[in-house]
Structures are given as C-alpha cells and as structure tokens.
C-alpha cells in the first residue's frame, strides 16, 4: 500500500453525515490499492471516527480540540493542514458541502494541489481516474483527470454509492490534539431554525413545490406526502419569493443542489436556474396542469393535472397495504 488517501469525515449534529462514507467509497474508486485514512475534526470526535472504519477507511484519526467543537474557517484549516503535515497523503476526498467548499479551495492552495470539485462519478479507463463533474449550473459534464497521480477532489452529496457498512471491519483509531491558535470568528451562538425532519439536501425522497402550490398550506400537503416517503419538502424560488415557505428550502442555481433518488415537483415551471439544483436526481416526476411546462422535458414521469386533485390521491395510494 503505497498510497494513501486521506478522507474528511464531516460531523453535523453529533453524528457523521453520509457524504462522509460516499468520500470514502470515492477514495476506492479513486484509488483501489491504497490505504484509506479516515480524518474526523471535533471536540470528542474519536467513537465517530471508528465509524469512518466501519465505511470502509483502513484507520482513522480523531482530531479532538475544542476549537473543533463547531466549524470556523481558521480553527479547521491549521488541524487539516497538522493532518496533513504528518500524514502526506498523495489524494484528499471531502464532500462539496458548504463545509467542503470553504475549506477545500484554502487547502489546495496552501498544499499546491489542483483541485476537482463538486465531482458526480468517478471511474478508471487505462489506469487513469476520470472525474465527471456538472458544469454550466448542470447543463453539461466535463471530465477532469488529476495531474500527477496526485489528487483533490469534493464529492457532491448523494452521487457516489458509500460502501457496506461493516461494524466487524477493524483498524487502528488514533486521537490527535492539534496546535490551534488566532482564530479570528469568534461563534457567540448558533441560532437554529425549527427542526423540519429530514435534512433536504441528504434526502432520499424530495417533494418540491412552486409557485402553484399556491399558499403556505399548499406546503402542508406537500409534507404529508414527504412524510410518506419518509422525504423532505423543497420548493422553487418562485414559491419562496411569494411567502409560501421558507428560503432554507429553496433548491436551485442560488439555492441547494439536491440529487435525491426521486424528485417530485408540484407546481413547478421548471425554469433553468431550479433545474440546475435538482436535475441529477435519479427520478423525476412532474405534477403540472400544462402539458407545456418545461419541467416535463426533463421528468422521467409526467403527471397533466392540478396538484391538489393528484398529491391526496397519490397520498391515499402510497399509504395502502401493498396486496
Ligand atoms: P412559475 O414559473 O410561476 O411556475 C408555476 C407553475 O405551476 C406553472 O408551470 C403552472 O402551470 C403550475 N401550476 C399552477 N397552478 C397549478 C396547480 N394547481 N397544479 C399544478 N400545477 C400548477 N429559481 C429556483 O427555483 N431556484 C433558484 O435557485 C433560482 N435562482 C435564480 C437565480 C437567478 C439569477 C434568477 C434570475 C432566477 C432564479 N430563479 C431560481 C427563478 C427562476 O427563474 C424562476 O422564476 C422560478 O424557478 C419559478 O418558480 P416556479 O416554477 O415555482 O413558478
């Protein structure tokens, strides 16, 4: 094993987030041969760090300070930074969260590496890794080759299959204190919007409303079908600009970009900046009364019709007893 991958397992809320196991199975696809290190920063991070095992990583390190407690640009860029120093991985993997968008460009340039971000497949032809990543708010692929057998990559969340989980897979757990000092944020507080279930942008199922849905009880009956799936609601900016919901679910060019395995849009145009957040989803069914809606062009499944005589009887169906 002469390679080695280092790989940032993200912590929210406590626990790791799935894009941390996809960067793992991103670094084996990346990389076949070499030993995987998983790398988890927080304050009390070590029997999560075992988890990044459990997805597949040969060991892990836990990056315990209290600084790590909860994400501030300097505070993570000198622990990743201590990491690396010591560990000298030929390839790093993270996801392309709001965490890894931050963080990852300030580490390319202090390591000299040639970053490929926001990758949604990987895959080896002739020994060499070929990145396939969204361009043109997803209008189009381009695919990207490391240079030098050296790589960087942020993984977009969702895309990339995480390995098994084996809770029998062992492998060395070391906890590391790092050097952290002049940190310039200072986190005063961390103000939480009400609990809504499951996080939209690591969600399964999606239902997604529009400016058709036409009020915030609209929403209500777009959650219930959600909680069906056990999925989360997002909406078009159209539907946020009018008050029928909150910006945080707003999915789209200037909102999330979500792949979940099926997207139900209710309501919605399909307007090229709300494709651009949601058109990698796997399957994609439309709920629109004119048959000329743009988002039938990129739907897998069309439903004709107004959302409020379809969404109760779809509700009804999926609530059945399967025969
Ligand atoms: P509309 O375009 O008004 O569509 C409403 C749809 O609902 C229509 O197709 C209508 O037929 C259908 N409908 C109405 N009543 C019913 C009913 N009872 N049953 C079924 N169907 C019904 N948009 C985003 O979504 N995300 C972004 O991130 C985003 N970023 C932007 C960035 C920029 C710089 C700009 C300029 C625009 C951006 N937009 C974004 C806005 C985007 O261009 C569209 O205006 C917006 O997506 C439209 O939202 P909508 O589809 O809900 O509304």
Redesign the pocket.
Known sequence: MAEKILVLGEVKNGDLRSVSFEAAAAAKKAAPNAEIVGAVLGDDVTGLAKKMIHHGADRAIAVNAPELKNYTTDAYQQAIMQVLEEENPSGIVMGHTALGKDLAPRIAVRKGLALISDIVSLEQQNGELLCTRPIYSGKAFEKRKPKDGHFFLTIRPNNIQALEVDENRDGEVRSVTPDIKDIRTVIKDIAKKAATGVDLSEAKVVVAG???VKGPEGFELLQELADVFGGAVGA????CDADYCDYSL??????KVVTPDLYIA????G?I??LA?MSNSKVIVA????PE?PIFDIADYGIVG???DVIPVLIEELKKEPA
Not at 250 to 255: E, L, P, S, Y
């Open positions: 529009g400016r058709g078009s900016r159209g539907a707003q999915i789209g060019q200037t909102g209710a309501g919605i145009s307007a900046q709300h957040g709920i629109n009364k004119d809606a107004d959302l409020f």
